[in-house]
């Protein structure tokens, strides 16, 4: 059995999604998975890079990285508090 601190992300790739429907789609996602998973969401759209990780904090989990990739992609790594 795996422990929060042994967990690997799961991924969850949003390209070609946009503004709201890539928050919605990683909150529904985060919904199924424990305290202290790790979800790695990958978006394509700028706006979502920076709405994301905000409704996020606002939602009160925790981001833990947000990184552009060469391919023009944003991948943002969240860990999946109590709440």
């Not at 979800?39 to 759209?45: G, P």
Request: charged content about 30%; hydrophobic content about 40%.
């Amino acid at each position: 059995m795996s422990t929060p601190e042994t967990r690997t992300a799961d991924d969850l790739d949003l390209r070609g999604e946009v503004c709201p429907f890539t928050f919605v789609r990683t909150k529904l996602r985060l919904e199924e998975l424990p305290a202290g998973a790790r979800l790695r969401v990958i978006v394509d759209h700028e706006p979502a890079a920076r709405n994301v990780p905000r409704s996020l904090r606002e939602w009160g989990q925790r981001v833990l990285a947000v990184t552009s990739s060469s391919d023009g992609a944003w991948v943002i790594d969240v860990e999946k508090t109590g709440i």
